[in-house]
């Protein structure tokens, strides 16, 4: 049974920080893997990836220098750390997981959220101004 479970979101103002956690089983730790958020009314966005070595990552350019993305190969598990939080980082963040996909952290994040398959139930991020 594939499990994809997010935790860590919650509710802050702006210039405060939050960290979240996917723990993710059933899909092999060597596969796309990474964090989408979803704003209100806004399609699906790819926040962080990372390569199937889970050595690399690639961010999107309005998280760069502030958020940081890790994977723990040994827990398949996955980290964002964000700080510095801005009211338009408000969202729905989801990890999600592919078990056909492999690839660069840039290729992961290219092919976009709907190749997919496995997602998490979602945490909500909050930030206020």
């Known amino acids: 049974e594939v499990q994809l479970v997010e935790s860590g979101g919650g509710s802050v103002q702006a210039g405060g920080s939050l960290k979240l956690t996917c723990v993710i089983s059933?899909?092999?730790?060597?596969?796309?893997m990474g964090w989408f958020r979803q704003a209100p009314g806004k399609e699906r966005e790819g926040v962080a990836t990372f390569d199937t070595l889970g050595r690399r990552t690639t961010l999107h350019d309005s998280v760069k220098g502030r958020f940081t993305a890790s994977k723990d190969n040994e827990k398949n598990t996955l980290y964002l750390e964000m700080n510095n939080l801005k009211p338009e980082d408000t969202a729905m963040y989801y990890c999600?997981?592919?078990?056909?996909?492999?690839?660069?952290?840039?290729?992961?994040?290219?092919?976009?959220?709907?190749?997919?398959?496995?997602w998490g139930q979602g945490t909500q991020v909050t930030v206020s101004s």
């Open positions: 999600a997981a592919d078990p056909y996909l492999r690839g660069t952290s840039e290729w992961c994040f290219s092919v976009g959220s709907s190749r997919y398959k496995y």
């Open positions: 059933g899909v092999g730790r060597n596969n796309c």
